[in-house]
C-alpha cells in the first residue's frame, strides 16, 4: 500500500506541550486543566465536554498572557525536519488537533517548518481577554470526518492516509486511516494503533519502511 498523506494530532504528538496548561499556568489552574485534560486524553469523559471545561477556566485570561503562552509551544526535536522531508517527497501533510491555531502556527514558525492544512479551534478574544470560549470544526466534530473530507478534497482515499496520534479524540482518524500510528499513546489509544513509535526518528524510520519517504 502507497500512501501519500500524513496526518497528525498536534499536542502530545507533534509537540510536547500541552496548550490549555500552559495557557491554565498564565491563568493560576495549571492543576485544574491538568486533570480534566488527562481524564479526556485516557476517554474517562468525551473531548467536546473537556475543552469546554478547560477552556472556561481561562475566562479574563489577557490576551497578551496568553501570547506568552502560545510563543512557549514548540515541536519535538526532529520535527521540523521531518515535515520538510514530506513536503519533499511530495507527501501532503494536515494537522488536526483539538488545540489552538495560534499555537500550532507561533511552533510551525519557531521551527521554520509547514504543513499544507491545519484544522484547529480558536479561542475568542473581546476586551483583550480571553471569554472562556472556545470555536472551531474539532469541538463537535472529530478527527475522522476531517481527514476523511481531506481525502476527498485532495482525490486521495482513506487507506492511502497515515494518520499519527495519541489521546482519545485522535481515536476516530486512527480507525479509518490506511496506517494508524500511536505516539507514546494512552492506554486506551495503543490498541487502535498499527505501530507505536516514541521518537521522531523512530516515526521517520516507519515511514521509510513503509514507502512513505526515501532513504536520504
Known sequence: MSYDLVA??????????????????????????????????????????????????????????????????????????????????GVRTAILTGGFDRGVDRALSAADADVDRIIANSLPVANGELTGDVTGPLIEGTKDDALADL???????LDRAVAVGDGANDLPMLEVAGLAVGYEPKPAVEPACDVVVESMDELRDLLVDRGVLSEE
Do not use: H, K, Q
Open 8 to 89: 497528525f494530532d498536534f499536542d502530545g504528538t507533534l509537540s510536547d506541550s500541552e496548550m490549555t496548561v500552559l495557557l491554565g499556568e498564565e491563568a493560576g489552574v495549571a492543576d485544574r486543566i491538568a486533570e480534566v485534560t488527562e481524564r479526556a486524553m485516557n476517554d474517562e469523559i468525551g473531548y467536546a465536554e473537556s475543552l469546554r471545561r478547560r477552556t472556561a477556566l481561562l475566562s479574563g485570561l489577557p490576551d497578551e498572557e496568553a501570547e506568552l503562552a502560545f510563543g512557549a509551544v514548540e515541536l519535538r526535536p526532529g520535527t521540523g525536519d521531518l515535515l520538510r522531508a514530506l513536503d519533499r517527497a
Open 151 to 157: 481525502c476527498a478534497e485532495w482525490g486521495t482515499d
